[in-house]
Nanobody, 125 residues
Framework: QVHLEESGGGLVQAGGSLRLSCAAS????????MGWFRQAPGKEREFVAA????????YYVDSVKGRFTISRDSATDTVYLQMNSLKPEDTAVYYC??????????????????WGQGTQVTVSS
């Protein structure tokens, strides 16, 4: 059974940093796209960042470019999201996602087949 487990969320002041982790189990996704999405209260879930197979390419939403970095460890099937210079508008539940069929970084939810339960990130002003 495939499982994605996120960790690393929490409460941080504006300007601070957090590092999210997502560990996959049940199968390997080293040759597939993995990504991060987020959902703020009262808003739809949105794309944040994605990473292609074995880190081949990355893709970010404009609002996080230069502040967030996605990376992956293929050996442990773990994807990370390093978040720096956090802003109150980054407050959301962050979800990890993995694709079975797509190899390159992608922003569309329908390309992802597995989702984690989410981890809360709260940025205070």
């Amino acid at each position: 059974q495939v499982h994605l487990e996120e960790s690393g969320g929490g409460l941080v002041q504006a300007g601070g940093s957090l590092r999210l982790s997502c560990a996959a189990s049940g199968r390997t996704f080293s040759n597939n796209a993995m990504g991060w999405f987020r959902q703020a209260p009262g808003k739809e879930r949105e794309f944040v960042a994605a990473c292609g197979w074995r880190g081949s390419n990355t893709y970010y939403v404009d609002s996080v470019k230069g502040r967030f970095t996605i990376s992956r460890d293929s050996a442990t099937d773990t994807v990370y999201l390093q978040m720096n210079s956090l802003k109150p508008e980054d407050t959301a539940v962050y979800y990890c996602a993995a694709s079975l069929k797509y190899n390159f970084a992608a922003r569309y939810e329908y390309l992802y087949d597995y989702w984690g339960q989410g981890t809360q990130v709260t940025v205070s002003s």
